[in-house]
T-cell receptor, first 112, second 112 residues
């Protein structure tokens, strides 16, 4: 399964955009990029996912580079409630197996 | 609220004991997954079920077992508990094996 690399921590000012990078240089053509976040010790919360094209939903935008070796999660207007650990995951669906392999993620601290 | 429910929220028990954690998936979801989150190991995939059948195993100890019942709820049984089994245990569900996983709030297990 493709491995992801994320910075361990980032700061962002409240109201500004938070841009969280992720490297996944060994990603294969059929592998999706998923983003989850975990606020304190709550259950991981699904944010967004994509394969090739950029994606946007009510929570965030996902920008995937053309070579698919990296991506950026964008929270357009960060609030204090967005402080969490953000996980970038490359998910492989193989033989009906659909496990998520979590790395250490990025701790995003939104500052007032 | 993801729609996935887990009981109990907290569980305190002694070494050598056996406990059962319960998960109810989102309405209509056929796949259930179990994950363990400990301080030193992070979030790790344990096991996946689809419509009552085991589909994939991860780093699940032999002392642990799981099953998915005809009504699609799932139970994770942990036996001969050790101090190191203290962790957060999350259940996730998805509509099918390829679909996005949604996590429950977790069960916090403390083994004394």
């Amino acid at each position: 399964d493709a491995k992801t690399t994320q910075p361990p921590s980032m700061d962002c000012a409240e109201g500004r955009a938070a841009n969280l990078p992720c490297n996944h240089s060994t990603i294969s053509g059929n592998e999706y990029v998923y983003w989850y976040r975990q606020i304190h010790s709550q259950g991981p919360q699904y944010i967004i996912h994509g394969l090739k094209n950029n994606e946007t939903n009510e929570m965030a935008s996902l920008i995937i580079t053309e070579d698919r070796k990296s991506s950026t999660l964008i929270l357009p207007h960060a609030t204090l409630r967005d402080t969490a650990v953000y996980y970038c995951i490359v998910r492989v669906y193989r033989g009906a197996t659909n496990k998520l392999i979590f790395g250490t993620g990025t701790l995003l601290a939104v500052q007032p | 609220d993801s729609g996935v429910t887990q009981t109990p929220k907290h569980l305190i028990t002694a070494t050598g004991q056996r406990v059962t954690l319960r998960c109810s998936p989102r309405s209509g979801d056929l796949s259930v997954y179990w994950y363990q989150q400990s301080l030193d190991q992070g979030l790790q995939f344990l096991i996946q079920y689809y419509n009552g059948e085991e589909r994939a195993k991860g780093n699940i100890l032999e002392r642990f077992s799981a099953q998915q019942f005809p009504d699609l709820h799932s139970e994770l049984n942990l036996s001969s508990l050790e101090l190191g089994d203290s962790a957060l245990y999350f259940c996730a569900s998805s509509a099918g094996p390829q679909e996005t996983q949604y996590f429950g709030p977790g069960t916090r297990l403390l083994v004394l």
